[in-house]
């Protein structure tokens, strides 16, 4: 959320606000939160500091409490707390301060806090930010403005393990500071030669470290949107042995639209004090990191003496629910090094529903896929889950019990026969068919199913619905050295209709002899030393041509090719041609698109061609070609050049509306010239008299979807919020696009993301471009709105009445789909109604805005003018 422009709407004129970050007032500063701005006004600069509500997303929302003039005597102060513990990746503490004011605040970890830190740093003096030194519990150490850290200040803690992020110039020393956090104020650098002995350290892991055990408490429960109205301690503290590492999952978290549409949430807050309540009260913990994508959230936290050990932290998340997007299913994740090993927290929501067990298949290798972890050396690509030692994957997955009815399952459970119960688990006849978690394990299941109870109690689901109890809530994982100890459930907690999971592992951690890694980076060097300008890198391609045959709308397409490497380390890249701004058109990428090589070393370069909406309308006029030339750089070294051309099959996705109206064929078994005269033709020539033929009301496309909705869809549950299947999505745009069919094949769900994935592949919305801002400007007046909408061209115009006809349809049946009007406006309002290209993604304001134009047309039916 930009809450910049919150605070930009009631600052006076020529005023910027640069950028804006989140805070809340550290130990000392009073309580609450606060929002920081930047704020610049002819020439001058300051620190404003506002209060505000919860969502602070328009000028009535924030009320300035102070102004913090950035002049001569301003300096910004990272501060570690005497009650608390540094942990790399967490949040980071700091001091503001001027002549006449002080602030200490704490600000999230993460890359807007290191913009903000960093825009704030342009702003002073080149010096100021890092030049006072940083507080660290009371006593001042230098603030290094590399990443050797040579500091040999004796106030500093020792840490007790030799880190491998090395320059070439120094081992790092056993004494550094405690905190790396202070990096965050400086820009860290990297080159090719600490890459290639990074590299060989990894290679030589072995020789310099030892295997020790920790123990890991990973803990998962569906709330189902309610407040922690109950301890957590039966659940989370039910051993005699505290854990080293805490790792806690939930999932609706939130069930409002507010959360889902706007992915805010007080609840966030309310669960994490709970938890942090609810610990092991036998040992001290750091909270390391905590994230959450709409209700699905994980939490982090490791005993305050190994905090030292926890490095490399980095979140992300992936939204798998309609059009891909949407976060009410999908997972959050925290990577992190701890000791010498990598490990990657996985807490997923996956689709749900007893038939759908494909779908979950597919939500699980979307976020496999999907989820990228950005590291600290830029030359390096992206780590992805499977790039870990160690992966612990819990949530709730979904999977149910299949084959069985009802009375069979609660009688297999009374007789606690798990065993038998087990052969019909969707999870565990996935994992055999390697269709989905391959190369993971699960533990023995000895509990009883997790999901469905009534709330309050322990008695299966008496709902009308009397669902069949599952599974839901697993937890696996992958990797070496790693033993379950326990994998139970916990009945104590009733507040939800799932009950929480649990397991605790010992898992064996790489824990590094600083001698022997002093000896294997001082051999490295030498030999580095000695290959380095004995000669120029080379390597060898398998392949420099690639054509991708039938490229459909949105269906990936992969080649792959190796580059073997010779004697010389090398670092490779893709780079730009001339007058280019990217090393590819938009349609291709490179994976990974950089990278490097020791000597003789090989590496398989995947291409991978998918078209979406940004390049659809270009492709099918025959203004773009799949034609492209990439540049493959070798640092110190030649370029390389490789082909890649293919054809793409022409799709309705990604025509306008006007062309579709004209097409009365498929648009497969039009001529190319035709397609190109079409797409080409201007908006404002489509009703010309000069065409001798009627256009169609609207796309035939377009009817063939609603039409299909209408007569199957009217009482579908979830409809517009549950996502298809891709292959489903590919039978339905191959029908649209050949006219193979008079019905369509999928499920309501699929048929129902293929046409919002329509009307969002559409060049020029529903609503034109043009009308962007009058449409938000008259959101709350529907006479004026109405005026709008009639002065569309005719073929946007009958569109428009005819999805806004058919959503008052749905609505009349919302007692068996349980749609409401407030949905339907959120979904259809980003679709309908989008800003034109160059302006600004839209914020909350303008979301809402848009929700609330067309909530007007779907609670009246009058006819328009």
Known sequence: M????????????GATCRIAVQAVLAA??????????????????????????????AAEDVWLEKVIPIREGFAVEEVVLDDELPVIGS???????????????????????????????????????????????GKKVAVSQNRSHDSTDKSAPRQNKLKPEVTTEMVRSSSVMASNKASILSEPKFGLRDTIVKSQLVQMED???????????????????????????????????????????????????????????????????????????????????????????????????????????????????????????????IRFKFHNTSVCIVNSHLAAHMEDYERRNQDFKDICSRMQFCQSDPNLPPLTIGKHDVILWLGD????????????????????????LCQYDQLKRQMNANAVFEGFTEGEISFQPTYKYDAGCDDWDT??????????????????????????????????????????????????????????????????DKLENANIPSVTLSQREFHFVDVKYMQLQVEKFTVRNGQVPCQFEFISKPDEKTYCKEWLIANPSKGFLLSDAEITIELEVFVNKSTATHLNS??????????????????????????YLPSCFGSPIHTLCYMKEPIQ?????????????????????????????????????????????????????????????????????????????????????????????LPEPVICYRLYSSCLENASNYLLSSQIISSLPACHKNVFEYLMAFLRELLKNSGKNHLDVNILASIFGGLLLRPPPGHPAPDITEKRKAQQFIYQFLLREDNLP
């Not at 930009?2 to 004129?13: H, K, N, P, R, T």
């Not at 609450?32 to 020439?43: C, D, I, N």
């Not at 980071?92 to 002549?99: A, G, K, R």
């Not at 169609?696 to 869809?713: C, F, G, Q, S, T």
């Open 91 to 137: 949040d980071v503490t700091i001091q503001i301060s001027s002549e006449d004011e002080q602030l200490m605040v704490r600000l999230p970890f993460g890359s807007h806090t290191r913009t903000f830190l960093q825009e704030v740093s342009r702003c002073s003096r080149p010096e100021v930010l890092g030049s006072e030194g940083v507080k660290q519990n």
């Open 622 to 647: 025959g203004e773009e070609k799949l034609e492209d030339i990439l540049v493959l750089h070798l640092n110190r070294g030649k370029d390389y050049f490789l082909s890649v051309t293919g054809n």
């Open 28 to 57: 000392g500063g009073g309580a609450g939160s606060r929002l920081l701005g930047l704020v610049e006004r002819r020439g001058q600069h300051a620190i404003h500091v506002y209060t505000h509500r919860r969502m602070a997303i």
């Open 463 to 528: 709902s009308e619905k009397c669902r069949i109890p599952a599974w839901c809530d697993r937890i696996l994982w992958k990797g070496q050295n790693i033993a379950q100890l326990s994998y139970r459930s916990h009945m104590a907690l009733k507040i939800s209709d799932h009950k929480p999971v649990s397991s605790v592992f010992d898992i064996g951690v790489k824990v590094v002899n600083e001698e022997l890694y002093r000896k294997a980076f001082e051999e490295i060097v030498r030999s580095l």
């Open 2 to 13: 930009d809450q910049s422009v919150a605070i930009q709407e009631g600052l006076a004129e």
């Open 397 to 420: 997955l979904n999977y149910r019990l299949e084959e069985l009815d009802v009375a069979k399952v609660k009688q297999l459970v009374d007789e606690k026969a798990f065993l038998e």
């Open 207 to 333: 020789s310099y470290t030892y295997v020790q055990s920790f123990r890991f408490f990973v803990g998962t429960y569906n709330v189902n949107g309610q407040s922690p109205r109950e301890s957590l301690q039966p659940w989370l503290r039910c051993d005699a042995e505290p854990p080293d590492i805490y790792c806690v999952g939930f999932q609706e978290l939130d069930l409002s639209k507010e959360a889902f549409f706007f992915n805010d949430t007080p609840k966030e807050e309310e669960w994490f004090k709970a938890v942090t309540d609810s610990l092991h009260p036998d040992a001290k913990y750091a909270k390391v990191k905590l994230v959450r994508l709409v209700g699905i959230m994980l939490l982090l936290y490791v005993k305050a003496d190994l905090a030292l050990n926890i490095s490399e932290v980095e979140v992300e998340t992936v939204g798998t629910g309609i059009m891909g997007r949407m976060g009410n299913k999908g997972g959050v994740a």
């Open 669 to 761: 078994d039009m001529s190319e010239e035709s397609i190109r005269k079409l797409t080409l033709m201007p908006l404002e020539m489509s009703g010309d008299a000069l065409h001798t033929e009627k256009p169609m009301d609207i796309p035939k496309e377009l009817w063939m979807m609603v039409d299909h909705l209408y007569r199957n869809a009217s009482q579908q549950e979830d409809l517009f919020q549950q996502p298809g299947l891709r292959s489903e999505f590919e039978q339905i745009r191959d029908c649209l696009d050949k006219g193979m069919h008079d019905t369509l094949f999928g499920s309501n769900h699929s048929v129902a993301e293929a046409l919002l994935l329509f009307l969002e592949s």
